[in-house]
């Protein structure tokens, strides 16, 4: 059985309960564990989704949401060897995999059907429901731990963490050069990383909106056109042209009008939503167009995107807020108000926890 020791946190008791300090339980570091102090985590949309038990009933309570983590390392097992103390790490989406399937030995260990998300999800390996960043601390396996680069702003990194590796691996996987024209539908927190990191691997991006009011902060972002999908004359000029298209809104739309913006035998990658979409079957085959998802990324391709992020100084734009306004945070993150991530500064849950 292993050690344990309390650490304060914020969560929710159920799915109609307000995020709350609580105190959890984490364990002390096994043989190949790091045990980090939380500086920052990010809010994710799923957290919310999670807390509130919006996919399907699949929420364990209690729980503390939080998959954006960034801190530095206080403790360290005995056999530990990518990670020092006091290095700055980040843990993302997962904690755990199978760590033998064909994913795994791929490196997609974010496929693997055996992942442990870093909370709401039973922990195979150490029993008990696992937990999130909105609290101080964390342990977790060095295999799941990345390195930050020391260079970039710590707590505009938190967010990279999932917005940016799911941005990021699409456009790796897809193989974008420089030159090729890139559209990102939706300016949110997943779309607005995919104009950074497009832009810096030398691609022609073009933001895809409905909203004519974000062309000055698309641009401002690193996009070098914006497309009113909501002109039809735009789109029609625009018609046969992209070299790949990610569609990061998170609800259910008609994918038919994005799809023609394709040249032939290239591919629209849906990273937002998850419920059914709209898709003429003519639209792919006259011009042998794919329609394709992507999830995050795996540990390995995660590191690249944070060397990556590194060596272009590309971080999240972000709000800081207390642990006390998270609540507020989740009802401003429903009416889009946000440019574009929210990061919980995790001293102020100190502060709480002591007060």
Same mark, same amino acid.
């Given at each position: 059985?292993?050690?344990?020791?309390?650490?304060?946190?914020?969560?929710?008791?159920?799915?109609?309960?307000?995020?709350?300090?609580?105190?959890?339980?984490?364990r002390?570091?096994?043989?190949?564990?790091?045990?980090?102090?939380?500086?920052?985590?990010?809010?994710?949309?799923?957290?919310?989704?999670?807390?509130?038990?919006?996919?399907?009933?699949?929420?364990?309570?209690?729980?503390?949401?939080?998959?954006?983590?960034?801190?530095?390392?206080?403790?360290?097992?005995?056999?530990?060897?990518?990670?020092?103390?006091?290095q700055?790490?980040?843990?993302?989406?997962?904690?755990?995999?199978? =760590?033998?399937?064909?994913?795994?030995?791929?490196?997609?260990?974010?496929?693997?059907?055996?992942?442990?998300?870093?909370?709401?999800a039973?922990?195979?390996?150490?029993?008990?429901?696992?937990?999130?960043?909105y609290?101080?601390?964390?342990?977790?396996?060095?295999?799941?731990?990345?390195?930050?680069?020391?260079?970039?702003?710590?707590?505009?990194?938190a967010?990279?963490?999932?917005?940016?590796?799911?941005?990021?691996?699409?456009?790796?996987?897809?193989?974008?050069?420089?030159?090729?024209?890139?559209?990102?539908?939706?300016?949110?927190?997943?779309?607005?990383?995919?104009?950074?990191?497009?832009?810096?691997?030398?691609a022609?991006?073009?933001?895809?909106?409905?909203?004519?009011?974000?062309?000055?902060?698309?641009?401002?972002?690193?996009?070098?056109?914006?497309?009113i999908?909501?002109?039809?004359d735009?789109?029609?000029?625009?018609?046969?042209?992209?070299?790949?298209?990610?569609?990061?809104?998170?609800?259910?739309?008609?994918?038919?009008?994005?799809?023609?913006?394709?040249?032939?035998?290239?591919?629209?990658?849906?990273?937002?939503?998850?419920?059914?979409?709209?898709?003429?079957?003519?639209?792919?085959?006259?011009?042998? =167009?794919?329609?394709?998802?992507?999830?995050?990324?795996?540990?390995?391709?995660?590191?690249?995107?944070?060397?990556?992020?590194?060596?272009?100084?590309?971080?999240?734009?972000?709000?800081?807020?207390?642990?006390?306004?998270?609540?507020?945070?989740?009802?401003?993150?429903?009416?889009?108000?946000?440019?574009?991530?929210?990061?919980?500064?995790?001293?102020?849950?100190?502060?709480?926890?002591?007060?």
């Amino acid at each position: 059985m292993a050690i344990t020791f309390k650490t304060a946190a914020y969560g929710v008791q159920n799915a109609t309960t307000p995020v709350a300090p609580m105190s959890i339980d984490r364990r002390e570091p096994g043989p190949h564990d790091v045990l980090i102090d939380i500086e920052y985590c990010g809010i994710c949309h799923s957290d919310i989704h999670q807390a509130r038990n919006e996919w399907g009933g699949g929420s364990l309570y209690p729980m503390v949401p939080g998959h954006e983590i960034v801190g530095r390392v206080s403790k360290v097992g005995a056999h530990v060897s990518k990670f020092k103390l006091g290095q700055l790490v980040g843990v993302g989406c997962m904690v755990d995999s199978c =760590r033998h399937c064909a994913d795994c030995a791929a490196g997609e260990e974010q496929y693997c059907d055996g992942s442990v998300f870093t909370y709401n999800a039973k922990d195979p390996r150490h029993g008990g429901l696992t937990f999130g960043g909105y609290a101080e601390r964390i342990t977790v396996d060095e295999n799941y731990v990345v390195s930050v680069p020391e260079n970039l702003d710590t707590k505009a990194v938190a967010p990279l963490l999932c917005a940016g590796i799911t941005l990021y691996s699409p456009l790796k996987h897809w193989n974008v050069q420089p030159g090729q024209k890139v559209g990102i539908i939706g300016l949110g927190g997943l779309g607005h990383m995919g104009v950074k990191l497009a832009a810096a691997m030398g691609a022609h991006v073009v933001v895809i909106t409905t909203s004519a009011s974000k062309a000055a902060d698309a641009t401002k972002l690193g996009a070098h056109e914006v497309l009113i999908s909501k002109d039809a004359d735009a789109m029609a000029e625009h018609a046969a042209s992209f070299d790949l298209i990610i569609d990061t809104v998170p609800v259910a739309h008609d994918l038919n009008p994005y799809i023609g913006l394709l040249k032939r035998d290239k591919t629209i990658v849906l990273v937002g939503p998850l419920d059914p979409v709209d898709v003429h079957g003519g639209n792919l085959i006259l011009k042998r =167009r794919q329609v394709a998802g992507s999830l995050i990324g795996g540990i390995a391709e995660t590191q690249e995107m944070l060397d990556f992020c590194g060596k272009h100084n590309i971080v999240s734009d972000v709000e800081m807020i207390d642990a006390s306004y998270i609540n507020q945070a989740y009802e401003r993150m429903l009416s889009s108000d946000v440019k574009y991530r929210f990061v919980i500064d995790i001293a102020s849950l100190r502060s709480t926890a002591d007060a």
